[in-house]
């Protein structure tokens, strides 16, 4: 099915790794790319073809695809990164959104 | 600069139609797709389709086929998004976004590098 399931919600503290995952049927055979999004502001993307990041996204986001299942990491988790975060990939002309996760950094 | 610029706050009533607009700005209007995204208040974002801005050929999900319809005015740089029969579970914010991020490498279908700020829709019944 053309679904891509995000937890809701992910936890972490100031300095650590973040991960959240982004499921789907043969997922690692299509190109995922990732969005931040900030409370009252336009998405941005910060991964793109699965690990590649758009210039200005600093070094501690990375991405990796493969089998079912996106990733996206970030390193050394600062507080400006909480927002919510939404994979999304394209099939046969038809663009997903996975639900979206909130990243909250405590 | 590259800049998508949308059309301000809507609120309408049920049944009514909505246009949104999206004025580009910065690069060649023709040589990219702009897609429209929504996100309904404690939901996700939702991918509504897309226009290509060269030969106006549209693209939509088929819960929004029939209600949608996407347009572009190349001498303004501008497109459009219609939805019509407006009901409450259309109260969102309305995003256009270009399609195409291009890196020293190559070009990416479906990735989104730029984003309008966003039009704020209310539907009330």
């Known amino acids: 099915s053309d679904e891509l399931t995000q937890p809701p919600s992910v936890s972490v503290s100031p300095g650590q790794t973040a991960s959240i995952t982004c499921s789907g049927d043969?997922?690692?055979?299509?190109?995922a790319c990732w969005y931040q999004q900030r409370p009252g502001q336009s998405p941005i993307l910060v991964i793109y073809q699965n690990r590649k990041r758009p210039s200005g996204i600093p070094e501690r986001f990375f991405g990796f695809n493969s089998g079912n299942t996106a990733t996206l990491t970030i390193s050394g988790t600062q507080a400006m990164d909480e927002a919510d975060y939404y994979c999304?990939?394209?099939?046969?002309?038809?663009?997903?959104f996975g639900g979206g996760t909130k990243l909250t950094v405590l | 600069q590259v800049q998508l610029v949308q059309s301000g706050t809507e609120v309408k009533k049920a049944g009514a139609s909505l246009k949104v607009s999206c004025k580009a700005s910065g690069y060649t209007f023709t040589n990219y797709y702009v897609h429209w995204v929504r996100r309904a208040p404690g939901q996700g974002l939702e991918w509504m389709g897309k226009?290509?801005?060269?030969?106006?050929?549209?693209s939509y999900p088929q819960h929004f086929r029939g209600r949608v319809t996407m347009t572009r005015d190349t001498s303004t740089s501008t497109v459009y998004m219609e939805l019509s029969s407006l009901r409450s579970e259309d109260t969102a914010i309305y995003y256009c976004a270009r399609d195409g991020y291009c890196d020293t490498v190559s070009c990416y279908e479906s990735v989104f590098d730029y984003w309008g700020q966003g039009t704020l829709v209310t539907v009330s019944s």
């Open positions: 999304q990939a394209w099939d046969s002309s038809t663009v997903i």
């Open positions: 226009i290509n801005p060269s030969g106006g050929g549209t």
């Open positions: 043969k997922l690692g055979d299509k190109s």
